[in-house]
């Protein structure tokens, strides 16, 4: 199965194509332009580098979420144009579960910590172990605070190994209580599109008009007309 995968869900933006399991190449930028100018460029250069014609393409792959919400539509939104043009179908992956595939290499029974900065000292995160060579899912996508984040890995016991934009947040959190842990580094602590891609593997592929971002919680704007709301009723 050939995968043209997409990750904007945070400052990092990059796109992949994996064949059967096997990277054929990616692009990755963490420079801080808007998403909406380069993830479309990146793909259309990522296939042409690689002499991939669109037409060979079985399904385009996009985190969905949790994560920013600016990210996350603009990725939906790159995919389902894809798709759509291409006349592919498209898959939608959590992109904690995405990321957790930057632990892959931990080996087998590893603990890997999933996460994001979600402000208001809150993460997403998700929690997985290393079966047969992939992550397996122990906990559902979440945001939590930091606290409750230290108090389940107490529990757990190990050393987690943290990813994600978020991990020197929770990281920083944990050393305060001498909690133990490692933190990726390089590239293995950023989302990145092969692991949407690896994760995409275990999807299910459907039209793109099915395809629709996962926030988790409600964005700040929605927030506040909530309060508002809820402060003229009272």
Same mark, same amino acid.
């Given at each position: ?20 399991? @096997? ?22 250069? $990522? ?49 904690? @579960? ?28 998700? $929690? ?18 930091? @606290? ?20 020197? $947040? ?40 099915? $395809? ?9 704007? @929605? ?12």
């Amino acid at each position: 199965m050939l995968i043209l995968g997409i990750e904007s869900s945070a400052k990092a933006a990059s796109c992949a194509l994996v064949r059967d399991g @096997e990277l054929l190449g990616q692009y990755f930028q963490c420079s801080g332009l808007t998403h909406s100018a380069t993830l479309l460029p990146m793909a259309e250069q $990522l296939l042409a580098s690689t002499g991939t014609d669109k037409s060979a393409l079985d399904a385009v792959a996009v985190a969905h979420g949790p994560g920013s919400f600016t990210g996350i539509r603009i990725g939906v939104a790159a995919a389902k144009g894809l798709c759509w043009a291409l006349e592919k179908p498209a898959i939608g992956v959590s992109t904690l @579960e995405a990321m957790a595939w930057n632990g892959a290499g931990r080996g087998e029974g590893a603990l890997i910590c999933c996460c994001m900065d979600a402000r208001r000292s809150q993460v997403y995160n998700a $929690l997985f172990t290393i079966k047969d060579g992939a992550p397996q899912r122990l906990v559902p996508d979440r945001a939590i605070s930091l @606290e409750e984040l230290y108090a389940d890995l107490a529990e757990r016991g190990g050393e987690p190994f943290l990813v994600g934009d978020g991990a020197a $947040l929770a990281g920083e959190y944990l050393a305060d209580r001498a909690a133990p842990h490692s933190l990726a580094s390089g590239i293995l602590l950023h989302q990145n599109a092969w692991g949407v891609c690896m994760a995409a593997r275990g999807g299910e592929p459907g039209p793109a008009g099915g $395809l629709l971002p996962v926030y988790l919680r409600l964005s700040q704007a @929605e927030r506040e007309r909530q309060a508002r709301l809820n402060n003229n009723a009272d």
